[in-house]
């Protein structure tokens, strides 16, 4: 499965941003999608993700601030993010996790909170 992430760039503290992923290839592989959070010299970590039930799960750090959700095909996952804070700068990185037990991963999008 190929990812394409977009919708990264530079916001001010208390903006929004939405990123969108789209999947291509063998999508019927897929599981689930979710987008992960990696900050500078940090481990990366799960920011929110959605099942192809839509059953959707957010990190604690997260929660009534972002809001993730998929258009009719499944294939393209968006994440609204709200009332950005400086922590929440880094890279997101989209994963689509597949029937194999395997994650394949997008390049990455940039996001950066100023204040």
């Known amino acids: 499965v190929q990812l394409q992430a977009s919708g990264g760039g530079l916001v001010q503290t208390g903006g929004s941003l939405r990123l969108s992923c789209a999947a291509s290839?063998?999508?019927?592989?897929?599981?689930?999608m979710g987008w992960y959070h990696q900050a500078p010299g940090k481990e990366r970590e799960l920011v929110a993700s959605?099942?192809?039930?839509?059953?959707?799960r957010y990190a604690d750090f997260v929660k009534g601030r972002v809001t993730i959700s998929r258009d009719n095909t499944g294939n393209t996952v968006y994440l609204q993010m709200n009332g950005l804070k400086s922590e929440d700068t880094g890279v997101y990185y989209c994963?689509?996790?597949?029937?194999?037990?395997?994650?394949?991963w997008g390049r990455g999008t940039q996001v950066t909170v100023s204040s």
């Open positions: 290839g063998s999508t019927s592989r897929i599981t689930y």
């Open positions: 959605i099942t192809i039930r839509g059953i959707t």
């Open positions: 994963a689509a996790g597949l029937l194999s037990g395997g994650t394949d």
